[in-house]
């Protein structure tokens, strides 16, 4: 049995070579600046972050995100489209990465498989608004029945004491309910710029071990689509970040949609923190 299906995520150190890396957070660091020298309050920091060689990309990328986080909220998440358009992040997405997803789904033909990412998690340090509560990305994507998470760390390691994912070992093996709602608590409930949540309520997930995702820059983690997981405060005085993405396939899905995101939900009206009892 694999350890993906056994205990629902696999982590491999060292796969990414240090160059991969660095080309990959060049690209990103280059796309948050462009965007941030298209507005004219940041366009003298970003001229200056852009030709200061004794930066490194995470300084650079860090400085540009504190610069505009509490007045363009909207414009940071669309540099994060551009990403889907840009072959540069797509390329550390090797042939050998998507061999290797192909084995671990158990598909046959890799030509058959689609890429939906990159994406980047940002931990800004002791803020709320870019977390996720406990969920599955099954629920999210309920309409793909064979897909894999991609996750790992850039511009440097992902540890408890900046930040990391953690996972509930196993959980994938049921199917939990959840509540919908966007915010991070009752405080942020349906507040702009907060993430979509479908909460997963914590009582019914004590039984499961907490594994946090303690990796160096370098490694990888894949994991079930089923696998219930959730981000973690970042108590450090730094910015931590990590890539993901999706790897899907469709052949055996119950829609003809060429979307990710085909979803059956309605409207609803959750809140955080909910209490529910085992059925």
Known sequence: MSEIKKNGFIQINDYFSDGELTETE?????LYISQALKIEEYRKLALSLQNDESLSNKDKFASIYEAMEVNDKEALF?????????????????EKFLLLCAQYMNVSDVSLLLLDGPGIFINRPNTDRLKYKWHSEAHYYPKRRNFLNVWFPIFGDKTKDNGTMSFKVKSHKKDFPFSEYSGYNKDTENKANFHRQYEIPSNLLESYDEHFCEIKRGGIV?????????????PSAN???????RIWEHSNDLTLSGSLTATPYGGDIGRANMFVENS
């Open 239 to 245: 910015y931590s970040f990590a890539f993901y993405a």
């Open 222 to 234: 894949f994991f079930d689509r089923s696998l219930v997981h959730r981000s973690n405060n970042n």
């Open 26 to 30: 060049s690209v990103v660091t280059k």
């Open 78 to 94: 669309q540099v994060q489209k551009l990403f889907y358009s840009s072959p540069f992040a797509k390329k550390i997405f090797n």
